[in-house]
């Protein structure tokens, strides 16, 4: 059964979703932070942190070279106990970012490397770590399935190579759909990051296909007296 976390950096959201016991976790990008919202991207990651202070949060770097994002990192890394610092596979000029992460990870520090689609991804990190530190590698489901690319192959390799580190946590990033869910729950992942509206969705999960039949055609009736339709 994967964990599930809640990918979201509105503050209100996140109060409202760490009370909930289905919610193990948070990811964060500087993405989500700019539009939260965020000024300053320190003060803003630790208020999300006085809010989940007993559940992990990932937090990302946004660098674009070595030294950046080494500097980021080990600030970061700083903030919490709980934080898991996130590491994108490469910076913008496709340079693999391996040596950042065998040295972050040396620290033993917490890792969740970030924008990983292929399963020749996962084997080149997991040649840069040890069997001892904890680390997240995020495989960007939705992503792929949006270009037309098959996800799972690559979700599949990825657990079967990662078999042999029990420090390492194989996440489904990027959901677009509930059914998600189930698809890493069979695959076997980990984690699985999901956006507030579909954690809600998930936890409806149960309804027969006869209450759905009739929860759509309700919804119908429902608009068509609201607009008044006359044939």
Avoid at 58 to 67: A, T
Avoid at 139 to 158: H, L, N, Q
Avoid at 211 to 231: A, C, M, P
Wanted: aromatic residues 10%.
């Amino acid at each position: 059964m994967p964990k599930i976390y809640c990918d979201i950096a509105d503050l209100n959201l996140i109060k409202k979703f760490y009370k909930k016991r289905i919610v193990k976790g948070f990811t964060t990008n500087p993405s989500l932070i700019r539009k939260a919202g965020a000024k300053n991207y320190k003060d803003y990651s630790k208020k999300i942190l006085n809010i989940s202070k007993n559940k992990p949060v990932s937090l990302e770097v946004f660098g674009d070279n070595y030294l950046e994002m080494k500097s980021q990192a080990l600030k970061i890394n700083k903030w919490a106990n709980n934080i898991f610092v996130k590491i994108p596979v490469t910076n913008s000029k496709k340079i693999f970012m391996g040596k950042l992460i065998g040295e972050l990870n040396q620290k033993n520090i917490k890792l969740n490397i970030t924008a990983v689609y292929s399963s020749s991804q996962t084997k080149k990190i997991l040649k840069k770590i040890n069997k001892k530190t904890p680390v997240i590698i995020s495989i960007f489901a939705g992503r792929a399935g949006d270009v037309g690319k098959d996800p799972i192959p690559e979700f599949k390799k990825s657990i079967s190579l990662s078999k042999k580190y029990k420090n390492v946590q194989i996440l489904w990033a990027s959901v677009r759909e509930p059914y998600n869910y189930l698809q890493a729950k069979q695959l076997g992942c980990h984690i699985i990051t999901i956006p507030p509206s579909i954690i809600e969705k998930i936890e409806k999960f149960g309804k027969s296909f006869s209450q759905l039949t009739n929860e759509t055609v309700k919804g119908f009736l429902k608009d068509s007296k609201r607009s008044n339709f006359k044939i």
